[in-house]
């Protein structure tokens, strides 16, 4: 068994979990690396947290294997895998300060002088002024903080984080998810991080994995799986997207040609997993600009572009979030930097517009 605290690939093969006839996780492999802030995204059911719950030893795989470095610790009882994990409800001890909170995973391995530790645990959280409070005397913030201080003082391999912030408000959320990603910079420890939040997955992670009905979907940078999404489900659980379903008629240099309600569109064939055929094309609503219809505004020739009217526009202070139904019925979501205070309204014929090079084409899902 590899020392506590070395830093190595977490390794998951072929792992399988079933609940009777039901399949949370269906052959997952995947290699995370050591020292990574890595995050599984996905919506509720979709195999996530029993992937995790394997990974701490609370849920013993149907099959597969799961290693640290090169130990197998498939069958390891938790308390030997050097993983440690964060819940959601943080599970700190009401009657124990902060400073015995950390300190309790130290006393339990018989170690007398916690002191030097648990305070540099402490300032590592920004929590050493506190350390004899009471966890109910801290806010949602600090707590989760606490918790992470108890689990990383005991320098695990790998820390896993089970929804960490679900509990916290909108603003703390932000503000702790800068934090705990500080704290795995400065630690070096490998983060890896349970949630169906696409804004904080994106925000902390260094690679994002997309899980949906027990297998990846698609892996990599945050800014590459957003940028250029290989299929339907990520485009749009990884942020909004508007799409159109066409037919590639041929093609122009290095775009195709696609044919679709509302026109002809360009999609470059790199940023395409179809290149004949069915295809669905796809764009980013803040790669959108909108203009009023027959207005002086002008739409680059090489632009591809749609028409319809705004049903709905929305003042968010930096951009303005417009609706708009286009003449084939679908409903589009445009977001327009706030460059001036004329703003479109309900009603309003409009032309929306953007390069090729933001458009990606994608198989159409059955049932579209």
């Not at 930096?318 to 589009?332: A, H, I, K």
């Amino acid at each position: 068994m590899a020392a506590s605290g070395e830093v190595q690939d977490l390794r998951l093969v072929n792992l399988v979990k079933s609940f009777g006839d039901f399949t949370a996780v269906d052959d997952l492999t995947l290699t995370i690396p050591g020292g990574s802030f890595f995050a599984l995204l996905g919506p509720s059911g979709c195999g996530k947290t029993t992937t995790l719950r394997m990974v701490a030893g609370l849920e013993a795989p149907t099959s597969g294997n799961i290693l640290l470095g090169d130990t197998d610790i498939t069958n390891e009882k938790p308390y030997k895998r050097y993983v440690n994990t964060v819940f959601q409800s943080y599970a700190l001890f009401p009657h124990l300060d902060i400073f015995e909170n950390v300190a309790f995973g130290l006393r339990r391995r018989g170690i007398k002088d916690v002191s030097g530790p648990v305070n540099e645990m402490l300032d590592l959280v920004q929590l050493g002024p506190m350390a004899r409070r009471k966890p109910a005397q801290l806010s949602g913030g600090q707590q989760q903080r606490v918790a992470v201080a108890r689990a990383l003082i005991n320098e695990p391999g790998v820390l896993l984080l089970d929804e960490p912030l679900g509990a916290l408000d909108l603003k703390l959320r932000r503000q702790m998810q800068i934090e705990l990603k500080r704290i795995q910079t400065e630690v070096g420890t490998t983060f890896v991080h349970v949630t169906h939040d696409q804004e904080e997955a994106m925000t902390m992670a260094d690679t994002v994995a997309v899980m949906n009905k027990g297998r990846i979907e698609q892996m990599g940078a945050p800014v590459d799986i957003y940028d250029l999404p290989k299929t339907a489900f990520v485009a749009n659980f990884l942020g909004q997207s508007n799409s159109v379903a066409g037919t590639v008629q041929g093609r122009s240099g290095d775009d195709l040609i696609v044919g679709a309600p509302g026109g002809s569109y360009n999609v470059p064939a790199a940023r395409s997993t179809r290149q004949e055929g069915a295809i669905l094309l796809g764009v980013r609503p803040e790669k959108l600009s909108i203009a009023t219809a027959g207005s002086s505004a002008a739409v680059p020739d090489r632009h591809n572009r749609a028409t319809g009217k705004v049903t709905d526009a929305s003042f968010t202070g930096v951009s303005t979030q417009y609706l708009v139904m286009t003449t084939w019925g679908d409903e589009w979501t445009v977001f327009e930097q706030n460059r001036s205070v004329d703003l479109l309204q309900p009603g309003d014929e409009v032309v929306i517009h953007w390069a090729p090079e933001y458009t990606f084409g994608l198989d159409v899902p059955s049932g579209e």
